[in-house]
């Protein structure tokens, strides 16, 4: 019997998760949906079963016995649940940032790292982060990885059902009221709060991140965060520095035969990929690989992925499937 809680049902990322559910043929016997007082009493059908809503509090937690729980409420949500079902015997899949940088907590992404279940909670890293270390795995394992920079084009929809009604606002003439600018027709160069060092809270998640799910605590890396006017699918120019110097036909092998990476590379076909060809699809798509000349052993990569497929919900029920059929514990 294979109990799962869904934390957050009625947002993006969770109702993506509940098809995905479906279209994974994700082995379950019982499903319970659980989300904030305001959308408690909404009715979701999934595989031809109708599921009631029920608002999430302490009581119904500490009464549960759920084996998985699959969390997309966001941080202050997280940091008050996950520990409660965690106390009960469950294993929490969490997307939020809450638990990603806790030394405790494993940071997971399947095709790179494996949880060792020092705690029952599991990280989704950030999105962008998941499409970027994704290609950086193999090339770090096989020809040492020395310096990563990145710069993202992130889409309306990493800011959830909010992000995609501001764009929705914009091309209608109205004022945004999620974005501190207009995104439509425009870019923005900040995600998340600014720090201290002026980098924002989102460019740092990307650089810890990275080097926690590598295993490389000080591996040289930089990121700059921009929100693009994208409904769907995020992109990230890569530029990474080895301890070798393969050739660019070689890192093109490498990449191509990873899973769930796909290389769309030739520059004489002006063949790439682009956020709107790999949204609604659940790999990483990579072109763009060229020697940057301008550094020893560096070279330059273009990652597109959907934020809220591999980004977020996909990642998370790849984690809860193997875990389900026991292959993804160290």
Known sequence: MVSIAL????????????QLLDEEAVPFDSLTLFSSARSAGKEITLKGNSYIVEELTEDKVRASQFD????SAGGDISQKFAPLFEETGAIVIDNSSAWRMDPAIDLIVPEVNKPSLK????????????????PLKPLAEKYGLT????TT???????GWKGIEDLDRGEKGEAPQNYNKPIYHNVIPQIDVFMEDGYTKEEQKMIHETQKILNQPDLA?????????????HAVAVNFTLESNPSVEEVRELLGSFP???VQDDPSEEIYPTPLEAAHKKGVYVGRIRRDPSLPNSYHLWSVSDNIL?????????????????????
Do not use: F
């Open 260 to 262: 769930n990476i796909t």
């Open 153 to 159: 084009y992130q889409s309306v929809s990493g800011s």
């Open 68 to 71: 998985y729980v699959l969390m």
């Open 221 to 233: 890396v930089t990121a700059t965060c921009v929100r693009v006017p994208v409904p769907h699918a």
């Open 147 to 150: 310096r990563v920079a990145y």
């Open 119 to 134: 705690r029952r909670i599991i990280a989704n890293p950030n999105c962008s982060t998941i499409q970027s270390v994704v």
């Open 7 to 18: 934390v957050g049902s009625t947002g993006l990322v969770g109702q993506t998760m509940l």
């Open 310 to 330: 591999k980004g977020a919900a996909w990642n998370a029920v790849q984690i809860l499937t193997q875990l389900i059929e026991g292959k993804d514990v160290n």
